[in-house]
């Protein structure tokens, strides 16, 4: 049974920093394509970064340059390097994790497996 189970977020002024961390179980994590998503109060959950088995990497444009997505497969953790972080970036933040699921659209409907979600707050 995939098990993800995120940590790591927290409550931090604008342009502070954050790492976000999925801990996965119950499958072979090496096989699965992973990502983070995110969802705002009255928002719909949107992708924020993702990375498949191969390493390749996919960002939304409102977070690249400041966050950052890797994976150690050894460890089964995925994270989510977030800097310069805004009021916008407040929201619940997810990990998923699907065997197929194409990273270029980071879609959420693409992805079967999900934690249940670590709150983000940026104040200004």
């Known amino acids: 049974q995939v098990q993800l189970m995120e940590s790591g977020g927290g409550s931090v002024q604008a342009g502070g920093s954050l790492r976000l961390s999925c801990a996965a179980s119950?499958?072979?994590?090496?096989?699965?394509?992973m990502a983070w998503f995110r969802q705002a109060p009255g928002k719909e959950r949107e992708g924020v970064a993702a990375?498949?088995?191969?390493?390749?990497?996919n960002y939304a444009d409102s977070v690249k340059g400041r966050f950052t997505i890797s994976k150690d497969n050894t460890k089964q953790i995925l994270y989510l390097q977030m800097t310069s972080l805004k009021p916008e970036d407040t929201a619940m933040y997810y990990c998923?994790?699907?065997?197929?699921?194409?990273?270029?659209?980071?879609?959420?409907?693409?992805?079967?497996?999900w934690g249940q979600g670590t709150q983000v707050t940026v104040s200004s």
């Open positions: 119950g499958y072979t994590y090496s096989y699965y394509h």
């Open positions: 990375i498949d088995t191969d390493g390749n990497t």
């Open positions: 998923a994790a699907d065997f197929n699921a194409p990273i270029a659209a980071m879609t959420s409907q693409d992805f079967d497996y």
